[in-house]
């Protein structure tokens, strides 16, 4: 398939509407889709919306990326992940239906789940963007029931625009005259152009801060909009990030029509690994012996914001990070705000991936930002260290979503 890629990646509609036309376009005839874009928190708000939406009984159609242990997961049928024999049948179907012109990995996937979910009977479907949003393979879809944009930040930059407010227009791409969006919090940059740009659509909005709010009071979340009042338990996604996602995840469901049940079953069922996920059984677990081991796939400046903020927050223990990351990535600026609240960082590259940072740069990068670092061969030898060095350890593997996939299929 990768014989087909552009040599270059450049981000257009083009070869998509191609492929959905010779299969008859499938995206006309797809249940009600939801569908999110920005650059924090989009993952974790589709699983919340999905959560509630399947405790109300609904059968849910999702398309997420990238996927951590198996590709599956990008393609959840009315609930359950898709089959290897179904997934291969589609896939086939698209190559023979694309005819040896030119496509790209993402694009010929989204058309498969596309495919997939117009065939199988469903309530709703949630369609995670999978870069940007206006060009994205994703965005295709006339008239959705919804969109939603969670928080805005500087990422990706080489794709899609070097300020705010150059990525907060590619992300605005999504939003669809007369379709309401649901906007997660967003710098006042990136608010002013989602807000243009509604405007110019007739675009009814509902944005945090002015049509709900959401909040953390004795360790419960609240969360108010002109329907009222929610006073719920704490989402069991880790994270004060978690209940800004939480928030946009209710006032999508709210919306929708949904009650009070389906939100709290939005924030206590919500299950999305790798984000800041504590993990419990397996041989890195067994390697690390009293230590605590988790894992977190963030990988951008927002994203080390959230997490050192999430980790403060857990009960007192050492810190030591274990670190991979792309050389496509700020990554003075994701460990930043890591340094004021970790020991150490042993830096590894990501196993069998072409873009990763080397070790030895990730581990200057560490020290620039004043962070003791050093390098490992591996996770398992780096955790196998920091456990005998500190055997009441956390430690946080972190820096990549690639690398919480390697490390999820290792541990499995």
């Known amino acids: 398939m990768m014989t087909l890629h552009p040599k270059i990646m450049d981000l257009t509609l083009d070869r998509v509407w191609r492929l959905l036309e010779t299969l008859g376009h499938p995206e006309r005839d797809l249940p009600p889709v939801i569908h999110l874009a ?25 398309y997420t ?3 951590l242990a198996r590709f599956h997961e990008r393609i959840r049928l009315a609930g359950d992940l898709i089959t290897e024999d179904a997934l291969s049948a589609l896939l086939d179907e698209c190559w023979d239906a694309n005819d040896r012109q030119q496509i790209t990995y993402f694009e010929i996937t989204t058309v498969a789940a596309l495919l ?3 065939r199988t009977p469903a309530d709703y479907t949630l369609l995670e963007v999978g870069l940007g949003g206006r060009l994205d393979a994703t965005n295709v879809i006339d008239r959705p029931a919804l969109t939603v944009i969670t928080p805005v930040s500087i990422d990706h930059q080489q794709y899609l625009g070097d300020t705010l407010a150059e990525i907060a227009g590619e992300k605005a791409g999504i939003l669809k005259r007369g379709v309401p969006c649901v906007v997660g919090p967003q710098d006042d940059a990136a608010l002013e152009v989602i807000e243009a740009r509604a405007a110019s659509l007739g675009t009814p909005l509902l944005a945090h801060g002015q049509h709900w709010h959401v909040w953390e009071e004795r360790e419960r979340l609240v969360y108010q909009d002109e329907s009222g009042l929610l006073d719920l338990p704490l989402p069991n996604l880790i994270g004060a990030h978690q ?10 469901l709210r919306h929708l029509g949904l009650d009070d049940d389906a939100c709290e079953a939005a924030v ?18 067994d390697a690390a ?16 914001i959230a997490l050192a903020e999430a980790l403060n927050r857990l009960p007192p223990r050492p810190l030591h990070l274990i670190c991979g990351m792309l050389n496509t990535k700020d990554v003075t ?4 705000p890591l340094a004021n609240v970790a020991q150490s960082l042993t830096a590894v590259s990501i196993p069998g991936e072409e873009n990763t ?40 593997i972190c820096g990549s979503l690639y690398l919480a996939g390697h490390i999820l299929r290792q541990n499995a």
């Open 333 to 336: 600026g994701y460990m930043r």
């Open 65 to 67: 990326s990238p996927h």
């Open 357 to 396: 940072l080397p070790a030895t740069d990730t581990a200057a990068a560490a020290e620039q930002v004043g962070l003791q670092a050093a390098t490992a061969d591996s996770v398992a030898q780096a955790v196998a260290d920091i456990a005998n060095q500190t055997p009441n350890a956390r430690i946080l």
């Open 38 to 62: 920005g650059t924090n928190g989009k993952g974790s708000t589709q699983a919340m919306i999905r959560a509630g939406l399947q405790a109300a009984g609904k059968r849910v159609h999702a």
């Open 268 to 285: 206590t069922r919500a299950e999305w690994p790798a984000r800041l996920q504590r993990l419990r059984t397996g041989p890195l677990v």
């Open 243 to 252: 209940i800004q996602n939480a928030g946009a995840a209710l006032a999508a």
């Open 289 to 304: 012996g009293r230590a605590e081991l988790w894992l977190d796939g963030g990988h951008n400046p927002a994203a080390g």
């Open 116 to 118: 997939a979910f117009a």
